[in-house]
């Protein structure tokens, strides 16, 4: 049984507290508002100590544990919480997730946004391990997209590594996508990727998303270091990667199902990136069982 106490998260140096306490605050603040609970406050003693066990409702894949603990030192430093289970680890339903041991009025006013935040990001890492388990055996890597939650991509991307899936640039400032609508303002593949390469410092790696194989060899003639082989079928996708010839890397994007992905992974192509991970995984089922 493990304190989830400055416990280092997957993916990040840094411990929960400088990720994501500014997150879970607001949440707290959200709930709170600013007279508190008012149930919890009318009800329990303050100095009423209670020992409490977050139980899983459904299996899935684990994630956002030392999130959910957070959510209960903010209120109260001095409750304890103990995971039964390792973040990106599976567990069943009926499964014990943590045990909490502290003041009951932190452990019911903290609950909800413990729950939420648990829930949210374990749901977007089930769905991540599916999709990671159906391209097993392949070349290709399952990542994430920037179609997240305003204000909560770092919980959801650390969820997703959870799941065993790749994380895409985190944001506009540190990698260079040309798009559709670039390309459609620049004129050309080749006049986009020359103005970007000119103002790239020399860490700066530059992807191209491509609709079709003239677009393709274009991109492919300019110092380039990735493709995004938009929205192609299986076939195009085929022909896309034997062009390529690995002399960059290939990203098949859009359009990604349980139903097709591992069809997508048999083509070769290197990436395949998956926005529903982030913006449409149903979250899972847990509940907070207190039995002091």
Known sequence: MKLLQNAPLR????????????????????DLGRGGDLTTDAIVDPARCATARIVARRPGIVAGLPFAALAFRLLDANVAIAARIGEGERVENGGDVAQIDGRARAILSGERTALNILARLSGIATATRKLVDLVAGTNARIADT?????????????????????????GLDDAILIKDNHLALAGSVRAAIAATRARAGHTIKIEVEVENF??????????????????????????AVRIVDRRVVTEASGGVTDQNVAEIARTGVDVISVGALTHSAPAMDFSLELSS
């Open 11 to 30: 993916g990040y140096a840094a411990s929960p507290e400088l990720i994501a306490e500014s997150v879970v605050r607001a949440a707290l603040l959200e």
């Open 214 to 239: 003239e677009q393709l060899r274009e991109a492919l003639e300019q110092p380039i270091d990735a493709v995004l082989l938009d929205n192609m079928t299986a076939s195009q996708l085929e022909e």
């Open 146 to 170: 920037r179609k997240t939650t305003p204000g909560l991509r770092a919980l959801e991307r650390y969820a997703v590594a959870c799941g065993g899936g790749a994380n895409h640039r985190f």
